[in-house]
Protein backbone atom coordinates (compact mmCIF):
# COMPACT_ATOMS: atom_id res chain seq x y z
CA UNK A 1 0.00 0.00 0.00
CA UNK A 2 1.18 3.77 -0.63
CA UNK A 3 1.28 6.82 1.95
CA UNK A 4 -1.80 7.89 0.13
CA UNK A 5 -4.19 4.74 1.25
CA UNK A 6 -2.63 4.92 4.73
CA UNK A 7 -3.23 8.48 4.90
CA UNK A 8 -6.87 7.67 3.63
CA UNK A 9 -7.35 4.71 5.91
CA UNK A 10 -6.00 6.97 9.17
CA UNK A 11 -8.94 9.50 8.34
CA UNK A 12 -11.78 7.25 8.04
CA UNK A 13 -10.11 5.53 11.77
CA UNK A 14 -10.43 9.12 12.50
CA UNK A 15 -14.06 10.20 11.45
CA UNK A 16 -15.51 6.68 12.32
CA UNK A 17 -14.14 6.45 15.91
CA UNK A 18 -14.53 9.86 16.88
CA UNK A 19 -18.49 9.56 15.72
CA UNK A 20 -18.88 6.22 17.43
CA UNK A 21 -17.04 8.20 20.63
CA UNK A 22 -19.03 10.92 20.76
CA UNK A 23 -22.67 9.13 20.29
CA UNK A 24 -22.01 6.79 22.97
CA UNK A 25 -21.19 9.87 24.89
CA UNK A 26 -23.89 12.06 24.31
CA UNK A 27 -25.93 8.51 25.16
CA UNK A 28 -24.80 7.85 28.17
CA UNK A 29 -25.16 11.38 29.31
CA UNK A 30 -28.46 12.15 28.04
CA UNK A 31 -30.00 8.66 29.67
CA UNK A 32 -28.29 10.06 33.66
CA UNK A 33 -30.26 13.48 32.53
CA UNK A 34 -33.35 11.55 32.32
CA UNK A 35 -32.26 9.89 35.98
CA UNK A 36 -31.17 12.76 37.30
CA UNK A 37 -34.27 14.78 36.32
CA UNK A 38 -36.77 11.82 37.38
CA UNK A 39 -34.82 11.91 40.98
CA UNK A 40 -34.89 15.39 41.52
CA UNK A 41 -37.43 17.45 38.75
CA UNK A 42 -36.72 20.29 40.99
CA UNK A 43 -33.05 20.70 39.34
CA UNK A 44 -34.06 19.93 35.39
CA UNK A 45 -33.47 23.17 34.46
CA UNK A 46 -29.86 23.45 35.58
CA UNK A 47 -29.03 20.06 34.66
CA UNK A 48 -30.48 20.61 31.12
CA UNK A 49 -28.07 23.78 31.08
CA UNK A 50 -25.14 21.62 31.67
CA UNK A 51 -26.05 18.70 29.94
CA UNK A 52 -25.94 21.11 26.60
CA UNK A 53 -22.48 22.45 27.35
CA UNK A 54 -21.22 19.14 27.57
CA UNK A 55 -23.21 17.87 24.43
CA UNK A 56 -21.39 20.95 22.89
CA UNK A 57 -18.10 19.94 23.98
CA UNK A 58 -18.49 16.38 23.29
CA UNK A 59 -19.61 17.33 19.72
CA UNK A 60 -16.55 19.80 19.19
CA UNK A 61 -14.45 17.30 20.06
CA UNK A 62 -15.60 15.27 17.44
CA UNK A 63 -15.66 18.48 14.82
CA UNK A 64 -11.84 19.05 15.83
CA UNK A 65 -11.11 15.00 14.58
CA UNK A 66 -13.30 15.41 11.04
CA UNK A 67 -11.16 18.39 10.77
CA UNK A 68 -7.64 17.24 11.70
CA UNK A 69 -9.26 13.97 9.55
CA UNK A 70 -9.66 16.57 6.66
CA UNK A 71 -6.82 17.96 6.79
CA UNK A 72 -4.77 14.89 6.21
CA UNK A 73 -7.13 13.85 3.07
CA UNK A 74 -7.12 17.16 1.47
CA UNK A 75 -3.69 18.76 2.15
CA UNK A 76 -1.79 15.92 2.46
CA UNK A 77 1.78 16.13 4.03
CA UNK A 78 2.96 12.90 3.02
CA UNK A 79 3.02 13.76 -0.68
Known amino acids: MTNVAFVALASAFIIGLGALG ?3 GIGIMGGRYLEAAARQPE ?3 TLQTKMFLLA ?3 DAAF ?5 IAMLFAFANPFV
Open 63 to 67: LIGVG
Open 56 to 58: GLI
Open 22 to 24: ACI
Open 43 to 45: LMN
